[in-house]
């Protein structure tokens, strides 16, 4: 019996006969960025309720890091798939990204900068600006921002980048080589190296390596070759779906493989778990791959205009303001009646709690912004007009 997820077609057919993309919308993508998000609301949730020697609690974390990877593959995968086939007016372009992330970014930094300094002791004012100018040149704000700082980065150098793509079309297998053996010796010289003396340049580098592209640059270069030859890469997705699924079986036995057996040999669950590690890289590409099936499968299966469609596509416009506020929502639940639920659930039902307690008012609170005129400022998003009500007459 056969594997393929995806429509048969007939036999003679070949990845060339996808149908050229237009600039439309790719359906696909919505799911993926929606299982994302979820995804690494999972990930905070559980590393904020968990023991961090939790060895289970380990284990699902280092699964769960693939989020990362697939932000990153998606954020060059869509902008390669808008600008492949249109100019690109470099200026425009980053002063609209970077207004778009940039501001929502600045405003997110103070919000939870504030929020640090609820019951801790109190900061100078020269303590306080120092402290929140740190916070905003690093992304060390909160332990998501680094994704807006990467992105924001990567925005200032995509139009180069589109050159180097448009100059290189032929030569694109060994561009991807050579960013995926950058992306290993970098992964490998923070894991394994020794730590150079913070005071030097390389040293204040090393310390900021989970805020700066060169951490990422592997996922950012293949979602946008794959976008570039977007054609293609759906064509090999749908031809190789059997692949795909034993190359996701196999990498995640190898990355729990590693996991406990970093585990057993001594190092600590929390550190075990690292997500800048070069053994990570095969789960890492692997997901990204599973998960972009999982998107054309649904893609083509789905009914035109029905609720599952309708469903995704709104989750997908709020997900980003979701994951902007959801760790104040995390934070919040741990602080109701004093840690009540924590100290009164299982850390299994407490973690479970705070997940929906999470989800659920980030939801609330985007739907309620993203009808504002703050939908800009605070999520990113273009405001959005309030749904019309049809009453039906008697």
């Given at each position: 019996?056969?594997?393929?997820?995806?429509?048969?077609?007939?036999?003679?057919?070949?990845?060339?006969?996808?149908?050229?993309?237009?600039?439309?919308?790719?359906?696909?993508?919505?799911?993926?960025?929606?299982?994302?998000?979820?995804?690494?609301?999972?990930?905070?949730?559980?590393?904020?309720?968990?023991?961090?020697?939790?060895?289970?609690?380990?284990?699902?974390?280092?699964?769960?890091?693939?989020?990362?990877?697939?932000?990153?593959?998606?954020?060059?995968?869509?902008?390669?798939?808008?600008?492949?086939?249109?100019?690109?007016?470099?200026?425009?372009?980053?002063?609209?990204?970077?207004?778009?992330?940039?501001?929502?970014?600045?405003?997110?930094?103070?919000?939870?900068?504030?929020?640090?300094?609820?019951?801790?002791?109190?900061?100078?004012?020269?303590?306080?600006?120092?402290?929140?100018?740190?916070?905003?040149?690093?992304?060390?704000?909160?332990?998501?921002?680094?994704?807006?700082?990467?992105?924001?980065?990567?925005?200032?150098?995509?139009?180069?980048?589109?050159?180097?793509?448009?100059?290189?079309?032929?030569?694109?297998?060994?561009?991807?080589?050579?960013?995926?053996?950058?992306?290993?010796?970098?992964?490998?010289?923070?894991?394994?190296?020794?730590?150079?003396?913070?005071?030097?340049?390389?040293?204040?580098?090393?310390?900021?390596?989970?805020?700066?592209?060169?951490?990422?640059?592997?996922?950012?270069?293949?979602?946008?070759?794959?976008?570039?030859?977007?054609?293609?890469?759906?064509?090999?997705?749908?031809?190789?779906?059997?692949?795909?699924?034993?190359?996701?079986?196999?990498?995640?036995?190898?990355?729990?493989?590693?996991?406990?057996?970093?585990?057993?040999?001594?190092?600590?669950?929390?550190?075990?778990?690292?997500?800048?590690?070069?053994?990570?890289?095969?789960?890492?590409?692997?997901?990204?791959?599973?998960?972009?099936?999982?998107?054309?499968?649904?893609?083509?299966?789905?009914?035109?205009?029905?609720?599952?469609?309708?469903?995704?596509?709104?989750?997908?416009?709020?997900?980003?303001?979701?994951?902007?506020?959801?760790?104040?929502?995390?934070?919040?639940?741990?602080r109701i009646g004093d840690g009540w639920f924590a100290q009164n659930l299982s850390p299994f039902a407490n973690t479970l709690a705070t997940y929906a307690f999470a989800i659920a008012c980030s939801l609330v609170f985007v739907e309620v912004v993203i009808h504002t005129p703050l939908s800009k400022i605070l999520i990113g998003r273009e405001q959005l007009?309030?749904?019309?009500?049809?009453?039906?007459?008697?």
């Open positions: 019996m056969s594997t393929q997820l995806l429509p048969a077609r007939p036999p003679a057919a070949s990845t060339s006969e996808v149908k050229p993309a237009r600039r439309g919308h790719l359906d696909q993508v919505d799911l993926v960025r929606v299982v994302t998000f979820s995804a690494v609301i999972a990930v905070h949730t559980i590393s904020e309720t968990s023991d961090p020697y939790n060895i289970g609690a380990g284990s699902l974390l280092s699964l769960l890091h693939f989020t990362r990877s697939v932000f990153f593959f998606l954020t060059g995968f869509v902008l390669v798939f808008t600008y492949r086939n249109r100019p690109l007016a470099a200026g425009k372009f980053v002063r609209r990204r970077l207004a778009l992330v940039g501001i929502p970014y600045l405003v997110w930094t103070l919000a939870y900068f504030g929020i640090a300094q609820v019951g801790a002791q109190p900061l100078t004012s020269g303590e306080a600006v120092s402290t929140l100018w740190e916070d905003v040149y690093r992304g060390i704000g909160w332990y998501h921002l680094y994704f807006l700082m990467v992105s924001m980065q990567f925005y200032v150098l995509f139009p180069l980048f589109m050159k180097v793509l448009r100059a290189t079309r032929r030569y694109h297998a060994l561009l991807l080589g050579g960013s995926l053996a950058l992306q290993v010796g970098v992964t490998a010289a923070l894991t394994y190296l020794p730590e150079p003396d913070p005071n030097s340049l390389l040293g204040q580098v090393w310390a900021n390596e989970g805020t700066l592209l060169t951490s990422y640059q592997f996922y950012l270069v293949a979602g946008c070759v794959a976008a570039f030859h977007y054609e293609r890469f759906q064509g090999w997705i749908r031809d190789n779906s059997r692949l795909v699924l034993w190359l996701l079986l196999g990498s995640m036995v190898f990355a729990e493989g590693w996991y406990f057996t970093g585990v057993l040999s001594g190092v600590d669950p929390w550190a075990a778990t690292g997500v800048l590690q070069p053994e990570m890289i095969p789960w890492f590409c692997a997901v990204v791959l599973g998960l972009y099936l999982l998107g054309s499968v649904w893609s083509e299966r789905r009914r035109p205009g029905g609720l599952s469609g309708r469903l995704v596509s709104a989750a997908s416009t709020r997900s980003f303001g979701v994951f902007l506020v959801h760790p104040a929502f995390i934070w919040l639940f741990g007009p309030l749904p019309s009500l049809h009453l039906a007459r008697a």
